[in-house]
C-alpha cells in the first residue's frame, strides 16, 4: 500500500484523479489501524510515536508504523510539490490551479476519514491560516462533513463521550483544544495555526457536541475549568509587557477563542440544565461555588 500511494503521488505522469482517490483510500485506512493499536488517538496526535505505547499502553506493530511514517512522508512531498502556500499564487483557470483542486478535495476527505487521527493535520496549515482563502466554501464545506464523520457514531456512555468509535468527536475535540493551548505550536501575530484549528475545527464541533443533554453535561464537566482560568483577564495578560505589541495580539486572539467555547456552552445549554445538573455537577468538583463564576463570565 504504502509502495504505490508513494509511487502514485510522485508521479507526473499520474492522474491527479487517480491521486486523490488513493490519497482518500490509503492513509485514513492506515492512521486509523495506528489508532486502534496505540490504544488512543491522542498517542498518535501530530505524528507522536505510537509505538512507544498508547493511553491504554498497547504497542502498535513495527510494521505498521513504518508504513505510517512513509504515508506521511509522501503526503509530504505531495503537499510540498502541489499545493501553494498562498492559494493565489496560481491563476485560476491554470492546470497547476486545478491539479491542486483536486488534490485538496483529496486530501480533506482523507483527513475527515482518518479521524480520530491528526497525522495529517500538519501539512494543512498554510491552508487553515489563511485568511480569506480562494476556496473558502471548500474549506467550509469540509468542516461540515467533517465535523458530521465524527459525530454520525459518536454515543454518549459517561465521563466525556466513549474511547472507542462512538466517541471520535469528543475525542478529536480533546486533541484540538490541545493545540490551541500548545503555545508552542505557532507564535506568529497573523495568521497562527493555533487560533485557526480553534476557530475553524474546534468551536464547529464543540457546537455539535453540545447538541444534547448528556453532550452539554459532558463538555462542561471536561472543559469548563480549563475555559474559566484561560478566560480570565487578570491571570492571562499577567507577564506580557503593554510594549510587547505582538503578544498582546496573540493573547487577545486567544481570549476571543476561550470566549467563543464559552459562549458556545452557555447558548447550547438550557437555563434549568445549568441550575438543576451542571452547577451541582461543578460544584462536586471545585470549592469555589459556580454561580460566581457564572456570573463573573458573564459580566
Known sequence: LTAVLSATLGSQACAPRTKALLLTAIPPLLFRAEVFAAGSPVATMLGEEADRGGAAGRMVPEALSCAVSSVVESVKSMVIANFPLNSREYVRDADEYATYLVLLDGYFRALELSAPSFRLLPHLHPTLREKGHREEPKIRN?????????????????????????????????????????????DR???????????????????????????????????????????????????????????????????????????????????????????????????????????????
Request: net charge negative; glycine share 8%; aromatic share 10%.
Open 142 to 186: 469540509f468542516v461540515e462533513r467533517f465535523v458530521h464523520h465524527l459525530l454520525s457514531t459518536s454515543n454518549y456512555s459517561g465521563g466525556w463521550f466513549d474511547t472507542g468509535a462512538g466517541g471520535r468527536g469528543a475525542q478529536s475535540f480533546d486533541i484540538l483544544f490541545k493545540l490551541f493551548l500548545d503555545e508552542t505550536l505557532d
Open 189 to 299: 501575530e497573523e495568521g497562527n495555526i493555533r487560533f485557526a484549528i480553534m476557530e475553524k475545527l474546534a468551536l464547529p464541533l464543540l457546537w455539535q457536541l453540545t447538541g444534547t443533554t448528556e453532550g452539554c453535561v459532558a463538555a462542561w464537566e471536561a472543559h469548563w475549568g480549563t475555559l474559566l482560568a484561560r478566560a480570565d483577564k487578570n491571570s492571562a495578560y499577567r507577564g506580557i509587557s503593554i510594549a510587547d505589541q505582538s503578544g498582546l495580539s496573540r493573547k487577545m486572539q486567544e481570549m476571543a477563542c476561550v470566549y467563543g467555547a464559552v459562549e458556545i456552552l452557555f447558548i447550547r445549554t438550557p437555563p434549568e440544565l445549568l441550575r438543576d445538573k451542571i452547577t451541582k455537577s461543578l460544584s462536586a468538583v471545585s470549592p469555589v461555588n459556580p454561580t460566581r463564576d457564572f456570573i463573573v463570565m458573564a459580566k
